[in-house]
């Protein structure tokens, strides 16, 4: 159950590799997010959601080598070979991008600020990175030192509040 809880979280991430998927805007210089910085979550609007997404989009990414790396360590955890797991990820095709909607799932009454949400994002995705077939994944269940902020105020945003699948 850890290991699934850690796995969501990662996913978490994830998610935000595909926020702001459609470049519809324009350069925004990479800051349409940092006037929102001292904004709580909970008191952000729809506009204000997209701008927070595109920046996180535009500052965090993760490529199909670190999902791959990362199929690969937790194979190996059940007992598979962490390189023949991502070997055979790298050769899969590409799948599309979804780049979809972007999620505000448990921003409602959330009183952590965009910083602290972004921070912890960007720590989320760095564990994510730093998974590899030579570091296998932490399953202890730790969420970053930078994403205390969030499991304290929204943790529904983590996945650690109420009952998880």
């Keep these: 159950m850890t290991r699934m809880k850690l796995v969501g979280v990662l996913m978490a991430g994830l998610a935000l590799a595909a926020c702001g998927g459609d ?5 925004d210089g990479g800051n349409s997010g940092g006037d929102l ?8 609007t729809a506009a204000d959601t ?16 670190d999902l791959c790396e990362v199929a690969g ?3 190996a955890l059940g007992g598979a070979d ?6 055979e990820c790298m050769n899969q095709p590409e799948q599309p991008s979804e780049g979809g909607e972007c999620s505000s799932t448990g921003f409602t009454g959330c009183t952590a600020t965009v910083a602290e949400y972004k921070a912890c994002m960007t720590a989320q995705v760095a564990t994510l990175k730093a998974i590899s077939c030579t570091a296998p994944p932490d399953t202890s ?3 970053p030192a930078a ?3 969030i499991s304290d105020k929204c943790p529904e945003i983590l996945g650690t509040g109420g009952e998880g699948s």
Excluded: I
Excluded at 23 to 27: I, V
Excluded at 37 to 44: E, I, P, V
């Design 147 to 149: 994403c205390a902020p």
């Design 23 to 27: 470049d519809d805007g324009g350069d």
């Design 82 to 87: 962490c390189e023949a797991t991502k070997t």
């Design 50 to 65: 997209e701008a927070l997404c595109q920046d996180l989009a535009a500052s965090v990414t993760v490529t199909k080598e």
């Design 37 to 44: 910085d001292g904004k709580q979550l909970g008191s952000l």
């Design 73 to 75: 360590a937790f194979s």
């Design 141 to 143: 269940g730790e969420q």
